[in-house]
């Protein structure tokens, strides 16, 4: 069992940017698939990205490529969103997911713990 929360988020105008941190109880925190989704009123949760137990591998929603940065440091248990550039389009409820087996996965199904969320407003 983990457990997940997420700080971080805030109102931010267009164009700038913030950097989200997920903060996971255990100790074998790199044996965890990590990823970040967001959910906006109304529609499903959104896949943002995700990042293997080693961090080696990273993959991302087109809608966020070049934009947003994935990491994690498994010494502090923590990963990491950083996010520039932002949009109105991004402002949603971001989530925080962890996944017990290895390997990168795009399906929030995939994943078996989640953090309450942390709001991220971008204002035109």
């Known amino acids: 069992q983990v457990q997940l929360v997420e700080s971080g988020g805030g109102l931010v105008q267009a164009g700038g940017s913030l950097r989200l941190s997920c903060a996971a109880s255990?100790?074998?925190?790199?044996?965890?698939?990590m990823g970040w989704f967001r959910r906006t009123p109304g529609k499903e949760r959104e896949f943002v990205a995700s990042?293997?137990?080693?961090?080696?591998?990273?993959i991302y929603a087109d809608s966020v490529k070049g934009r947003f940065t994935i990491s994690r440091d498994n010494a502090k248990n923590t990963v990491y969103l950083e996010m520039i550039i932002l949009k109105p389009e991004d402002s949603a409820v971001y989530y925080c997911a962890a996944r017990n087996f290895a390997g990168t996965r795009t399906s929030a199904s995939a994943y078996d713990y989640w953090g309450q969320g942390t709001q991220v407003t971008v204002s035109s």
């Open positions: 255990g100790r074998t925190f790199n044996g965890y698939t």
């Open positions: 990042i293997s137990g080693s961090g080696g591998t990273t």
